[in-house]
């Protein structure tokens, strides 16, 4: 995914120089100078429609609970041990 990215940014003429990759766990952790250059500001954001029946959502809804609601520490923690190997991350 990063690569494709890389590659389409090129694609679309933006100089390698203004090309900067940076992680964060959270927008928690971005300045606010960060945020509004990535995800707020008009000129530069993104939005990609996203369609998916009542069944997908519930299911989206619950997993998102599950990873970022309070007071589910340990049904992540066993999500974890049990799914987490299936997750495919960047580290």
Same mark, same amino acid.
């Given at each position: +995914?990063?690569?494709q990215t890389l590659v389409k940014l090129r694609d679309e003429g933006v100089s390698e120089n203004?090309?900067?990759v940076s992680r964060f766990k959270g927008l928690g952790e971005m300045n606010p100078d960060q945020l509004w250059e990535t995800t707020l500001c008009p000129d530069t954001?993104?939005?990609v429609p996203f369609q998916a029946d009542r069944e997908t959502i519930?299911? +989206?809804?619950a997993t998102f609970t599950l990873l970022m609601g309070k007071g589910e520490a340990a049904?992540?923690?066993a999500w974890m041990?049990?799914?987490g190997g299936l997750v495919e991350a960047d580290v």
């Open positions: +995914m990063r690569e203004k090309i900067t954001r993104r939005l519930k299911q +989206m809804t049904g992540r923690r041990e049990k799914d």
